[in-house]
């Protein structure tokens, strides 16, 4: 299975014959909400009427007009929840009426980095709301492989941090940190939070350094502390602001033999000397999204047995998809997650 073969990328997977409410970026900053027909599912594909889509930072790249889309206009959204309302005629263990949530980076299975399990650094990985359409819509079609069971009744804003969640949990597994050890994480966006909750349910002590005090707030009720200006090092550092400088000066207060793990994507050139990594031993993570399938499996475990107790504790506010434009604008400054109520 390639990326074209999946139904979800192709140029046209529109029935034209009914319509359904999605939210378009018609221009940088601008957002409306428009009918598009319903997409029609293939074989190997699940029809979806979503539930919510959670906000993150790649979408406001792309919604501020830092990334580019395709084309406009142009459907954002790639963490998303929703019910399954027809399955393709080649799809097994999926049926009408289940709770899913949507895996959004499709990749091929079939290249050498796919087949080494290394999934995330598939060259032909279709990445949903970036390079093939996204999930602000009534009802998506993804393909099956990509769509996970989960528990019915859980809450909407629990199933929304699933992807990001998932992102973290691989930074953390990525890092190699054991129970009892403690930690920096820069940032306390919703990255950062969700890092910081997967952190804590691992058993480690999680200090967080984020200059927003309502955010460092959702992190301290996450079980985290703020950074204390005493100059002690750290075993184990996670970059999630994108930030410019703030690796750097994370780096400052990592310790001897230590392990940085970056996630946030500052686009400027590091300020640091080799000779600073060598002499520290320092190790240099860079951890791009998840593999498939191992890390979504795992979160959603993670999620049916409720650890931690509910992801959503992340999530701040939630708006209707009318007033998309109003939670993209807020979102940049939020005091956690933002999401799109589409039930
Ligand atoms: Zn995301
Ligand atoms: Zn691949």
Redo the contacts with the bound molecule.
């Keep these: 299975m390639t990326a074209s073969d999946h139904g979800a990328a192709n140029a046209s997977p529109w029935r034209a014959d009914v319509t359904v409410r999605a939210a378009v970026l018609t221009e940088p900053g601008a957002l409306s909400v428009v009918s598009v027909p319903e997409p029609s599912c293939g074989p190997g594909d699940v029809l979806i009427r979503m539930r919510g889509t959670g906000l993150c930072g790649s979408d406001l790249a792309v919604f501020r007009g830092e990334r580019r889309p395709p084309r406009l206009p142009w459907i954002l959204g790639h963490e998303g929840t929703g019910h399954v309302v027809e399955a393709g005629g080649e799809v097994s263990g999926l049926h009408s009426g289940q709770d899913v949530v949507i895996e959004p980076d499709y ?5 050498d ?2 087949l080494a399990g290394r ?1 995330s650094a ?4 279709a990445a949903v709301g970036l390079t093939v359409p996204g999930l602000l819509s009534d009802y998506v079609v993804a393909p099956a492989a990509f769509v996970w069971p989960v528990a019915p009744r859980l809450a909407p804003e629990d199933l929304v941090c699933a992807e990001p969640a998932t992102v973290a949990r691989a930074a953390m597994r990525r890092s190699g940190i054991a129970p009892g050890r403690s930690c920096l994480v820069i940032g306390a966006g919703s990255q950062g939070l969700l890092l910081c909750q997967a952190l804590i349910a691992h058993g480690v002590t999680v200090f967080v350094q984020e200059p927003n005090e309502a955010r460092l707030g959702r992190a301290r009720s996450l079980g985290a502390t703020a950074l204390p200006p005493d100059g002690r090092e750290l075993p184990y550092l996670f970059e999630t602001s994108g930030a410019r400088g703030a690796l750097e000066q994370g780096l400052r207060r990592l310790a001897r033999h230590g392990t940085a793990v970056l996630i946030g994507m500052d686009t400027s050139p590091l300020d640091i000397s080799p000779r600073d990594l060598v002499a520290g031993q320092i190790t240099l993570v860079g951890s791009l999204i998840y593999d498939h399938p191992a890390d979504f499996a795992q979160t959603v475990r993670a999620l049916e047995a409720r650890t931690p107790a509910r992801l959503g504790a992340v999530v701040s506010d939630g708006y209707a998809l009318e007033d998309v434009q109003k939670a993209f604008t807020a979102a940049s400054t939020a005091a956690g997650k933002v999401w799109i109520d589409l039930s």
């Design positions: 990749c091929c299975l079939t290249c980095a796919c999934t598939c060259g032909g990985r």
